[in-house]
């Protein structure tokens, strides 16, 4: 990332930088003498010309969130808080009902202990106006941002270049917002897991009134197997944004490893039942995804992303070649094999287009029109299984019995389920797969995949 493009802001002159340095003073007496408390000031530790610009921005509103967090957690009291419109910077005031020391301390615990805290300037006032310094309350000097010595002293000197001290802000504040965005992805992704599991009823499928199909599943299991998956979200959507630059038809060859210690996670977690792998597959590669577009600075948009996963999934192409070849080894290169289906490899080659085309859709149509989570989720599955050519039910069974399951499926669909008793039909047919040890685990991951995109979604608007 070159640092320059995220310099998105115009440039300010010296004189309005006076003119709002004594706007400020004359606006933090103001509110003092209108309270007789002690004030906390906030301003960004910007350096050079440019002082607002789109990450700037969104450091201040953290750096807002983060001084309520800190004065709820130390028990000081916020009168006040008062966000001054200023044109060459950012400005905040709080006005706190506390002593102005425990204020300081508090402030300075943050200024050390969030990665943004080496570029937030928080000046704290006495109820009398008199500043509190850092070394009063037992801190040492501000450090410069490059090298250890005081920040007062390389200033004074000018022992670094605008430039250089530019470089570092933005690779702080693009490192804090990265990872930050790539911890919410991963989260998003477990609770998309959980969801999936705990939807209910679900045909032939574990969820919370029985195990479906599967005599060495519980919920319990899908619950841990999620859990211990999180680091390998986040080490994908890491890994998206962090390769940005590269064209994303690259990244599966580094996916692949991610995904099979992912595996090893998993089993572990589950004591050696296999609960998340087709997850680990689609799941990965909608977080490798999302990073890329966040690392490209693209605006997240379902076509968009669509065509990133196709991207990244056009190696898997000579995965079917080989299958052509050579004996098959898993369930789906049995399948394709066989009867030419494809599975879940197919499904990324195409750019996922059951889960984009039918699933989101569904289940954001669902909830918008007043289903719970959970009844937007069933429904979903059953459009899911009234289309989508499951691998795991033909292993399970034929292709021919695939097939009739996609007719049940359309006709229930097409009966207007809302009018009915949906969760009846839904429990039968649960019941009618177990008879049948009939799975749609290969449904189930397009279901979470969904659950995903959906609070991805919520997050974007």
Known sequence: MNYRDLLDGHAVKLEDLLDAREQRAAFQKKLQECFHLPLLSFTLNIAGPIKNFSLADRAFSEGIALISYQCKAYSLSIKKVERHPCAVGYECFFVIDA???????????????SPLGRLFDLDVLDADGQKISRESVGFSPRKCLLCDRSAFACGRSRAHSIEAIQEKTCEIL?????????????????????DEVNATPKPGLVDRLNNGSHRDMSPRHFMESALALQPYFLQACSYGI?????EPSSFLKDLRPLGQQAEVWMLE???????????????????????????????????TLQNVCRQIALPLEHDFEKMAASSPGTHGETMFQK????GARGEALKGFPTLFETALPSLCDSIRR???????????????LASFEDTNIISRSSYETLSKIHLKCAKILKDSIESQD?????????QEMIAQNISPGGSADLLAAAYFLWYVEQETT
């Open 99 to 113: 002593p102005a020391v425990a204020l300081k301390k508090a402030m300075c615990l943050l200024e050390e202990q």
């Open 174 to 194: 693009w490192e804090y917002f990265s990872a930050q965005y790539a911890a919410k992805t991963a989260s998003h992704a477990v609770k998309a897991l959980l």
């Open 242 to 246: 962090q390769h940005a630059s590269c």
């Open 269 to 303: 977690a589950t004591r050696g039942v296999n609960t998340h792998k087709g997850a680990i597959f689609t799941m990965g590669i909608l977080c490798a995804a999302l990073g890329f577009l966040y690392g490209s600075s693209l605006p997240y948009s379902r076509s």
């Open 339 to 342: 009867y030419q289906v494809r």
């Open 370 to 384: 007043g289903f719970s989570q959970n009844d937007a989720g069933i429904l979903t599955l059953l459009k899911i």
């Open 422 to 430: 949906y969760i009846g039909i839904l429990t039968q047919l649960d």
